[in-house]
């Protein structure tokens, strides 16, 4: 019979994958704090995400002394933007690694290796639908500069957003690092940086303003917080248990399931991760791009 206060190999696995699904979770909620009103919705796996977009026609009718504003007629298209399915990662530790490095660090290397890719992807591929806006000036001024193109880019957002007749607390926006950094100069700012991401409070009519290199130089990017939404697939709703495969979870919102083995065949420590994530914009045309002559 085993000793009572053996540490037995399901013990170190439990500890390994309680820590990485709590950081993961802690670090997503971090990520809505500080991306601000953002909404988060639970869908199936293999939903259709679709965004939309409002052609607002404004009331040009007079209206008469006592007599009731009528609102702007509002019609909304829908557009397709990609599916929401399962993303299955896995990082392996081999025998050599943990025998030159120790298992305690190989394994924090390794953990943090898979942290920083799953919230970078998620990161980048928002960006990337960021981009995808269709809110643009309709202005032919050329907008010459950094400044210029931000309060262009923040009144955009606003007038739209009236125009929709939709109410926001706050608007983020999203520029190239080294565009911020040649305007800001020699400036005191205080930044300050969560999931990855590098931000500025309060900056020029923006909440936060995200400097980032996966935005290229020349460009400027807006919304309201109020509509983004984090998409993601409860990962207990599969089957997957049926079928012999053990994760663990936080068993709340289980937006990330992970299992931690051994795989003998190979000689190597395996985190497997399963996710299903993914941010967007409910209204493609609530997200103003604005282009600006570089260097300027």
């Given amino acids: 019979m085993a000793a009572e206060k053996l540490v037995k190999t399901a013990d170190l696995t439990a500890v390994r994958e309680v820590d990485f699904v709590s950081r993961f ?34 009331n040009e009718e007079t209206v008469g ?13 829908e557009k397709d933007v990609g ?8 990082v392996g530790i081999t025998f050599e690694a943990i025998a030159n490095h120790g298992y305690e660090a190989a394994v924090q290397q390794a953990d943090d290796d898979m942290l920083y890719r799953l919230e970078s992807k998620l990161t980048s591929n928002f960006i990337k639908f960021l981009l995808t806006g269709t809110l643009k000036t309709m202005d032919e001024t050329e907008i ?9 880019t923040l009144g955009l957002v606003q007038g739209k957003w009236e125009d929709m007749n939709k109410g926001y607390s706050q608007i983020i926006g999203f520029c190239n690092v080294q565009d911020a950094y040649r305007y800001l100069g020699a400036a005191n700012i205080t930044t300050q940086t969560q999931f990855g991401m590098t931000y500025i409070e309060n900056f020029i009519g923006y909440s936060k303003l995200f400097l980032t290199s996966k935005i290229k130089s020349g460009k400027v990017v807006a919304t309201p917080a109020e509509n983004i939404i984090l998409s993601y697939i ?6 997957f248990y049926k079928a012999g495969f053990e994760f663990r979870t936080d068993g709340e919102r289980n937006l990330i399931a992970v299992h931690v083995g051994g795989n003998h065949r190979t000689m190597v420590s395996e985190l ?24 300027a």
């Fill in 65 to 77: 002394e006592g007599e009731e504003i009528p609102y702007n007629q509002v019609k909304y298209e």
């Fill in 144 to 152: 010459n500069d950094f400044q210029m193109a931000l309060a262009e």
């Fill in 272 to 295: 497997t991760t399963v996710t299903g994530l993914k941010l967007w914009g409910e209204y493609l045309d609530g997200i103003a791009v604005t282009d600006f002559k570089k260097g």
């Fill in 234 to 239: 409860d990962a207990t709703d599969s089957d």
């Fill in 83 to 90: 599916k929401l399915d399962f993303d299955k990662q896995s």
């Fill in 25 to 58: 979770t802690k670090d997503v909620k971090l990520l809505r704090d500080v991306l601000g009103s953002i909404r988060l919705e639970k869908q199936a796996a293999g939903t259709v995400i679709k965004t939309k977009s409002a052609v607002v026609t404004l």
